[in-house]
């Protein structure tokens, strides 16, 4: 059974920063495209970063120059370099992967909560 498991949320002061780590485990074929997302209070789902399958980077326009998204193909897993971060960063922020597995397809992280605050 696929599962990934994100960690590295948490309190942060304005300016500050964070990494989320998002690893993938069990039965695993291949590990695809992968993204964050986050989903803040009354807002929908967004995607934050993304690498896709087909290589390369994408950023939402809020987040440019101030988050990084990075993988370790060995590890299976995913970061989230997050610098000057703002309160409108504020979220439950998740990854996902679409993996080939016996039952291929997107797979989610449980959330990890990220709060800017002073």
């Known amino acids: 059974q696929v599962q990934l498991v994100e960690s590295g949320g948490g309190l942060v002061q304005p300016g500050g920063s964070l990494r989320l780590s998002c690893t993938a485990s069990?039965?695993?074929?291949?590990?695809?495209?992968m993204g964050w997302y986050r989903q803040a209070p009354g807002k929908q789902r967004e995607l934050v970063a993304g690498?896709?399958?087909?290589?390369?980077?994408n950023y939402a326009d809020s987040v440019k120059g101030r988050f990084s998204i990075s993988r370790d193909a060995a590890k299976r897993t995913v970061y989230l370099q997050m610098n000057s971060l703002k309160p409108e960063d504020t979220a439950v922020y998740f990854c996902?992967?679409?993996?080939?597995?016996?039952?291929?397809?997107?797979?989610w992280g449980q959330g990890t909560q990220v709060t800017v605050s002073s």
């Open positions: 690498i896709p399958d087909r290589g390369g980077t």
């Open positions: 996902k992967m679409n993996i080939g597995a016996t039952r291929s397809g997107d797979y």
């Open positions: 069990g039965s695993i074929f291949s590990i695809n495209g």
